[in-house]
């Protein structure tokens, strides 16, 4: 188990190896699911906001680039 504090972005588990480098971050290897992600931190909009773009392009017709225009 590590402390590093890192979850997994798949399953949100800690329980991770480290298993190298990628582009300059550290990539780590769940336990839990064996998806490998890094350790750059989660940013970018919460997932509401992406079922609202979702949601906008299936019933609005709103293409993904002008939807990205309104969500930002
Ligand atoms: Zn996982």
Redesign the pocket.
């Known amino acids: 188990m590590s402390v590093d504090g890192l ?7 800690l ?2 190896v480290k298993s190298g480098l990628a582009w300059h971050h550290q990539r780590c290897r ?6 490998h ?1 890094t350790d750059t931190p989660m940013r970018g909009k919460p997932p509401a906001t992406k079922a609202l773009a979702v949601l906008l392009y299936s019933m609005g017709g709103m293409s993904f680039s002008a939807i990205g225009r309104v969500l930002g």
């Open positions: 979850c997994c972005k798949r399953c949100g588990s329980d991770h769940c336990r839990a699911c064996g998806c992600f």
